[in-house]
């Protein structure tokens, strides 16, 4: 039961399972750690993707993630896509087919930790097949560089990009992004801003705006306490909570 | 709208702008009637210009805000060590009669150690009518290191210091919660933008909730959210009383 009093439903855009640097609650986050702790905050559900896949292994990580999230309907999966997946000689296609058969709600990135830069077209391929059946792909705004991200808005104009992790202070970077590319999404886990919501909301309305707390590493009663407060309607705080990652998920 | 349970004392805010990114709906009106709509009942705060520009200006600023809405605002003084001694001093004799608390003493943004002779001559200042000091930190950064504000609470016993986002970042928050269960004279500052899970309950159950003050840091951040993570689970009704309101009340000496 969270102590924020709250009619809106909140389902998170940003978390992950399994360990993490977070000195303080216990490593690994598992599953069931992870219900507990949205049962306590009044979260729905999330989207979810294992640490494991970020820090050892993506194929890994991808396929832990399926055996831990088994028959728990609250949770909608990501998984993470390097380049060797997705060359026309090797497992674009499967990987392709994976995604597909194990119901994968998104996909994330990580070039810098992971050491590619998507300039080279080492994506392509799997960007039109997200780009084909609009599934949302996802990167942290400190693992991605701004010039990376103009080059996926500008080629892939039908997949939904979501940025996640962004800084308060980064606001003059991700207004041109909301101004000129439809497609553009944030994730307002570490947007902080003093009228923020109200400014992005009253600017270009409040569809591409999505609640995401960034557990295990962060709290979301911060951000579920910011979009409570906002001074925008209910119909507006309704997207930013839920609305809008269930219907990028497919699930309206 | 909607509102919290608690009368909130807001003891470390600001007004004003920020060269770095936009801070929008800063008028003063603005801040006021958000912040009241957060259910913040006090708000203590200086203006921005203070920390980038000029002390002389920014105190001046500050009072005006003080004075047009005195019923909501508290004087948070700021002084610049890199200043000369005269120009601290007749700063200092300036403004003290009307300041509430001398809010934040800057490192960071003033570019100068915590440890450093300037800050020495201004706490000598402030020890002849004391009152409580909030000294911004940040363990990633040089000048403002929470570690470095220890021989100033040890040698100033009779002012309160506040330890600016208590040290901001992992390996900061620890080496201040070490300070603050050292010493009597030392709190908390509940306002950090790294909103690490946990971490409010880790140093409410190390430094007990008496010894944290809650910070908006408004309009620098949003102040809804800084309230919010004192709702993450495990910290108590009692305990979100003492850190929104009771704690500043009483160092304050707000009736």
């Known amino acids: 039961m969270s102590n924020i009093k709250s009619d809106l439903t909140f389902f998170d855009c ?19 750690i992870l219900e507990d702790t949205m049962i306590a905050s009044g979260l729905s559900g999330g989207l979810i993707y294992h640490s494991a896949s970020f820090l050892y292994d993506a194929s890994y990580g991808n396929k832990i993630l399926l055996d831990e999230a088994k028959g728990k309907t609250e949770f909608k999966l990501v998984w993470i896509a390097l380049p060797e997946y997705c060359t026309p000689e090797t497992n674009a296609e499967n990987f392709i087919s994976q995604l597909k058969k194990n119901k994968i709600s998104a996909v994330k990135i990580f070039p810098r930790y992971h050491n590619f830069n998507v300039v080279t077209g080492s994506l392509d391929l799997l960007f039109n097949f997200l780009s084909e059946e609009k599934i949302p792909l996802l990167a942290d705004q400190e693992e991605i560089s701004w010039e990376e991200i103009v080059y996926i808005l500008n080629r892939y104009n039908e997949m939904p990009f979501l940025l996640q992790n962004t800084g308060y202070r980064m606001e003059r970077y991700i207004i041109p992004f909301f101004d000129k590319y439809k497609n553009f999404y944030l994730d307002i886990s570490r947007y902080q801003a003093h009228g923020g919501i109200e400014y992005l909301c009253g600017q270009f309305g409040s569809d591409r705006i999505l609640f995401g707390s960034g557990m295990p590493v962060f709290s979301a009663e911060p951000i579920m306490m910011m979009i409570n407060y906002a001074d925008i309607s209910l119909k507006e705080k309704q997207n930013i909570s839920s609305n809008n990652i269930i219907r990028l998920l497919g699930n309206e | 709208m909607s509102k919290t349970d608690y009368e909130i004392i807001d003891a470390h805010a600001h007004v004003g702008s920020y060269f770095q990114f936009p801070i929008r709906h800063n008028e003063i009106k603005e801040i006021v009637e958000t912040a009241r709509s957060y259910g913040i009942i006090k708000m203590c705060a200086s203006h921005l210009i203070n920390f980038v520009y000029d002390t002389g200006d920014g105190n001046q600023l500050t009072q005006d805000a003080m004075t047009e809405y005195a019923d909501f605002f508290l004087f948070g003084g700021v002084l610049d060590p890199s200043e000369s001694e005269i120009e601290i001093e007749n700063k200092y004799l300036a403004i003290n009669p009307n300041v509430c608390m001398w809010n934040e003493l ?5 570019q100068y150690p915590i440890s450093g002779r300037g800050y020495k001559f201004i706490l000598d200042l402030i020890r002849k009518d004391p009152k409580p000091v909030l000294v911004h930190t940040d363990e990633s950064d040089k000048f403002s290191k929470p570690g470095q504000m220890e021989e100033l609470i040890k040698r100033y016993p009779e002012i309160p210091f506040i330890i600016g986002h208590s040290g901001n970042v992992i390996g900061g928050f620890e080496i201040a919660i070490e300070i603050v269960k050292k010493y009597e004279n030392a709190f908390l500052d509940s306002a950090f933008s790294r909103n690490y899970l946990g971490l409010m ?14 910070g908006s840091d408004m309009p620098f951040l949003n102040g809804a959210a800084e309230i919010g993570k004192l709702y993450e689970s495990g910290i108590t009704d009692n305990n979100r009383q003492k850190i929104f309101h009771d704690n500043s009340a009483e160092l304050l000496r707000i009736k």
């Open chain 1, 14 to 32: 940003n978390v992950f399972i399994g360990r993490h640097q977070n000195p303080y609650i216990d490593s690994p986050f598992n599953i069931s």
């Open chain 2, 201 to 214: 309950k880790r140093m409410i159950d190390q430094v007990s909730a008496e010894k944290i003050l809650f």
């Open chain 2, 106 to 110: 800057h490192p960071a943004l003033h």
